[in-house]
């Protein structure tokens, strides 16, 4: 039951834009104490078909610009490989750790990082 709570609120929160990927994955290793590596492929797992569905209805809306993925589908799919052939030879402890920096560093860029503005130069 309380994975099933976890699964239903990451969904609430990634479906108001909060990175649910990551909250996933803060959830399974360090509530639900599940390894590094299997906690990459059951995100993994979420992840696939949650952003199949988001890139159809882009799509749809006309949100995609079709050079861009063109470019960056391929290139994503590339550096996902490499970096989880680099994460598989990683020891689980360090994964972890440079996990755990990566995502203060994207909070504190989040935190003080300058923000865009819209047309009318107010700050978003």
């Not at 952003?51 to 290139?75: G, M, Y």
């Not at 504190?108 to 107010?122: A, D, M, T, V, Y």
Request: aromatic share 8%; glycine share 10%.
């Amino acid at each position: 039951m309380k994975a099933f709570l976890a699964a239903a609120a990451v969904g609430v929160l990634s479906g108001m834009g909060v990175g649910g990927g990551t909250l996933l994955m803060i959830y399974l290793t360090v509530f639900a104490k599940t390894s590094q590596p299997e906690a990459q492929g059951i995100n993994l797992v979420y992840f696939l078909p949650t952003s199949a569905a988001s890139l159809v209805l882009h799509i749809k809306n006309r949100l995609v610009d079709a050079r861009a993925f063109a470019f960056a589908a391929p290139a994503g799919m590339l550096a996902a490989a490499a970096a989880g052939f680099a994460a598989n030879s990683m020891d689980p402890e360090v994964l972890r750790t440079v996990f755990g920096a990566v995502l203060v560093c994207a909070g504190l860029w989040q935190i003080f990082g300058k923000r865009p503005c819209n047309s009318e130069g107010k700050k978003i």
